[in-house]
């Protein structure tokens, strides 16, 4: 039976995250960011390897799809923890146990893990370096950790139905940097997370980056509009209109809109060193 738990000491977890994951841009954010990103992040995982029997603790698991996968390739000798702060999204084979659970309090279980993975969590949280220490911690010898995050480099528009259109997108997308940096998104966090992995003795470090271009009305875009739908208000308060903003999520939708990405995956591993004797 699937554990649904939330273990912060009230009832309500709760959290710096910008975005609302539980309201209709929400869900259709985590699905827009499972078509975008997974087959990057599985793949970079089956690289990394994961087996059959392995222990592993996936954070911030959104709808689950990772840890769905995890479960597939760990079997019924394995286990996965999937925690989240809201689980209602989560689907996920009743042998993964669910913790509805904030990580800035500690892991909601024991460690011991082979294998942790989180994806665009850690540079939500102003405690980012403690969390990384405890995730660290919680790794068995030999365990690997594995991050993925976004920097928030401009997006840069390459065509669109006009020059406004276009000039318009990079207006509204430097907004809403602006605005959830304001909020505590760290702009820089996906590249320095190498640095801290080798400060604190992680082997075999390895990374990659995922940048594609989006086009109207592709998963790309359309995740776009759904997290501007979600920062409306902070956008407004940064002086853009709501015609301007009804414009961009047409723009959106629009095949002849193209822009290299906002969204960008920095994804990096490291690898807790075996401790004597062991191979």
């Given at each position: ?11 309500t ?78 689907d ?19 460690g ?22 405890e ?126 990405p ?18």
């Open positions: 039976m699937t554990a649904n738990t939330c273990t912060t000491g009230n009832d977890c709760t959290a710096e995250y910008v975005f609302d994951s539980p309201s209709h841009a929400g869900r259709a954010q985590l699905g827009h960011l499972q078509t975008l990103l997974d087959p990057v992040t599985t793949g970079f995982l089956a690289d990394v390897g994961v087996w059959p029997g392995m222990r592993c603790l996936d954070l911030g698991s959104g709808n689950g799809s990772i840890a769905g996968w995890l479960s597939d390739r760990v079997g019924p000798a394995g286990e996965v923890i999937a925690v989240d702060l809201e689980t209602d999204q989560l996920v084979p009743p042998q993964v146990e669910v913790h509805r659970h904030d990580i800035r309090d500690g892991l909601p279980v024991a011991g893990f082979d294998l942790i993975h989180a994806r665009l969590v850690l540079m939500h949280l102003s405690e980012r370096e403690q969390v990384l220490a995730l660290i911690d919680a790794l068995a010898p030999g365990g690997w950790l594995v991050l993925g995050e976004t920097p928030t480099p401009p997006q840069e528009a390459l065509a669109a139905p006009s020059a406004d259109d276009a000039a318009l997108a990079d207006r509204v997308i430097a907004a809403g940097t602006r605005a959830v940096q304001a909020a505590g998104v760290s702009p820089s966090w996906a590249y320095e997370v190498e640095h801290h992995f080798a400060g604190a003795g992680l082997t075999g470090i390895r990374g990659s980056v995922h940048a594609p271009m989006i086009t109207g009305g592709d998963a790309g875009a359309l995740l776009m509009s759904t997290y501007v739908a979600q920062v409306t208000p902070l956008l407004l308060a940064e002086g853009l209109s709501e015609d301007e903003i009804a414009r961009y999520h047409a723009l959106m939708q629009d095949p002849r809109f193209r822009a290299w906002f969204l960008q995956l920095v994804t990096t591993a490291g690898r807790k060193p075996l401790e004597e004797g062991q191979r």
